[in-house]
């Protein structure tokens, strides 16, 4: 079955915004947890923009023998104040996955994967870093995107899937191509013995639709339209609504 690993960013994107404590990271990912999402996932980034060090650590205590964490980031971006840099996080709470994203410093969101063409040679010695710790790896690749072998010639564990173009193409009501596009990267990674995730802008709306086309998906992380539902619904129902939306998929194929 796939595992839903729920991104607790936006929660912390409205504590900062406010200052002080609240909303809780901490409560919120206990709150996924009891509704029985599989992971927790972060992605913090050097500008501290939601996600800080200290949320890292913090939330490790809490997933600890409970669920999977999954930590996100860009692992060039270089340490300074506050931010001590992605490796060196990894390393002081070792999480069950690192997830390797190419965003830049000021970059929204997470827009593209990783051109391996350009940064397989940079990648290697951290990805070879990374499970030196025992860390799973996943790169952030686009669908379709080229040197998927290179992934594998790498070490990573896995691929997650950009999925924000599908989810694009499904909102105008024309999601065929992009889920072929996706369905075939998923089939091409697993036959060079890559694992594959999925996450970006997936929702209620499109998930369902996504898993019964893309073979084999192992993960799929869901914060950003995950928080905007639960501001309506409540964050434990739309969780397990999600779930829902998986096990009518069934096993991952």
Same mark, same amino acid.
């Given at each position: 079955m796939?595992?839903?690993?729920? &991104? #607790?960013?936006?929660?912390?994107?409205?504590? &900062?915004?406010?200052?002080?404590?609240?909303?809780?990271?901490?409560a919120?990912a206990?709150?996924?947890?009891?509704a029985?999402?599989?992971?927790?996932?972060?992605?913090?980034?050097?500008?501290?923009?939601h996600?800080?060090?200290?949320?890292?650590?913090?939330?490790?205590?809490?997933?600890?023998?409970?669920?999977?964490?999954?930590?996100?980031?860009?692992?060039?971006?270089?340490?300074?104040?506050?931010?001590?840099?992605?490796?060196?996080?990894?390393?002081?709470v070792?999480?069950?996955?690192?997830?390797?994203?190419?965003?830049?410093?000021?970059?929204?969101?997470?827009d /593209?994967?990783?051109? =391996?063409?350009?940064?397989?040679?940079?990648?290697?010695? =951290?990805?070879?870093? =990374?499970?030196?710790?025992? #860390?799973? #790896?996943?790169?952030?690749?686009?669908?379709?995107?080229?040197?998927?072998?290179?992934?594998?010639a790498?070490?990573?564990?896995r691929?997650?899937?950009?999925?924000?173009?599908?989810?694009?193409?499904?909102a105008?009501?024309?999601?065929?191509?992009?889920?072929?596009?996706?369905?075939?990267?998923?089939?091409?990674?697993?036959?060079?013995?890559?694992?594959?995730n999925?996450? /970006?802008?997936?929702?209620q709306a &499109? =998930?369902?639709?996504?898993?019964?086309?893309?073979?084999?998906?192992?993960?799929?992380?869901?914060? /950003?339209?995950?928080?905007?539902e639960?501001?309506?619904?409540?964050?434990?129902?739309?969780?397990?609504?999600y779930?829902?939306?998986?096990?009518r998929?069934?096993?991952?194929?």
């Amino acid at each position: 079955m796939t595992v839903l690993s729920v &991104n #607790v960013n936006k929660v912390a994107v409205l504590r &900062n915004s406010r200052g002080g404590s609240e909303p809780s990271v901490v409560a919120a990912a206990e709150a996924a947890i009891a509704a029985g999402a599989g992971g927790i996932t972060v992605h913090p980034r050097p500008d501290q923009r939601h996600i800080r060090p200290d949320d890292v650590q913090a939330l490790a205590a809490v997933v600890a023998g409970r669920v999977e964490y999954n930590l996100e980031g860009n692992p060039f971006a270089p340490p300074r104040p506050g931010y001590p840099g992605f490796l060196a996080l990894v390393r002081a709470v070792r999480p069950q996955q690192a997830t390797l994203v190419p965003d830049g410093d000021g970059q929204l969101t997470s827009d /593209h994967g990783f051109d =391996l063409a350009r940064d397989a040679a940079r990648l290697a010695p =951290l990805v070879a870093e =990374l499970k030196a710790m025992g #860390v799973r #790896v996943s790169l952030f690749m686009d669908a379709g995107a080229p040197g998927l072998a290179q992934a594998a010639a790498l070490g990573a564990d896995r691929i997650e899937i950009y999925t924000g173009p599908y989810a694009e193409a499904h909102a105008a009501g024309d999601p065929g191509a992009a889920l072929a596009l996706c369905a075939a990267t998923a089939r091409e990674a697993r036959s060079l013995g890559l694992g594959v995730n999925a996450g /970006h802008d997936l929702s209620q709306a &499109n =998930l369902g639709d996504f898993l019964a086309a893309v073979p084999g998906v192992l993960e799929v992380s869901i914060g /950003h339209a995950l928080f905007g539902e639960a501001l309506h619904a409540g964050l434990m129902p739309t969780v397990r609504a999600y779930l829902d939306i998986i096990a009518r998929v069934g096993p991952h194929r």
